[in-house]
Nanobody, 116 residues
Framework: VQLQASGGGGLVQAGGSLRLSCTASGNIFDINGLGWYRQAPGKPRAVVATFTRGNNTWYPNSVKGRFTISRDSASNTMYLQMNDLKLEDTAVYYC??????????WGRGTQVTVSS
């Protein structure tokens, strides 16, 4: 299965919300480790949300309580709801599977820019 960011990015004021979407090439319902990542200018790529075993989720403290990862098995789409966006959330956002991540394969990301 491969994932590709499919929309939802853009320019938003601080405190606003965006929902990113990611289209999968196959069934993503049972795949652990699917995740959203971001890369800000001059910084390494970092995880912002993942599915863990048992359909649980994990978030770093920087986004916990503000971001929510979800997936729709009917449409093979994964989402990232981002609320209360902050300037430091500005980055290119990517979705990926554990397999492709391990092989260094990354698809097209989507730009999120938060303005003051």
């Amino acid at each position: 299965v491969q994932l590709q960011a499919s929309g939802g990015g853009g320019l938003v004021q601080a405190g606003g919300s965006l929902r990113l979407s990611c289209t999968a090439s196959g069934n993503i319902f049972d795949i652990n480790g699917l995740g959203w990542y971001r890369q800000a200018p001059g910084k390494p790529r970092a995880v912002v949300a993942t599915f863990t075993r048992g359909n649980n989720t994990w978030y770093p403290n920087s986004v916990k309580g503000r971001f929510t990862i979800s997936r729709d098995s009917a449409s093979n789409t994964m989402y990232l709801q981002m609320n209360d966006l902050k300037l430091e959330d500005t980055a290119v956002y990517y979705c990926n599977t554990p397999n492709d991540q391990a092989r260094g394969i990354w698809g097209r990301g989507t730009q999120v820019t938060v303005s003051s």
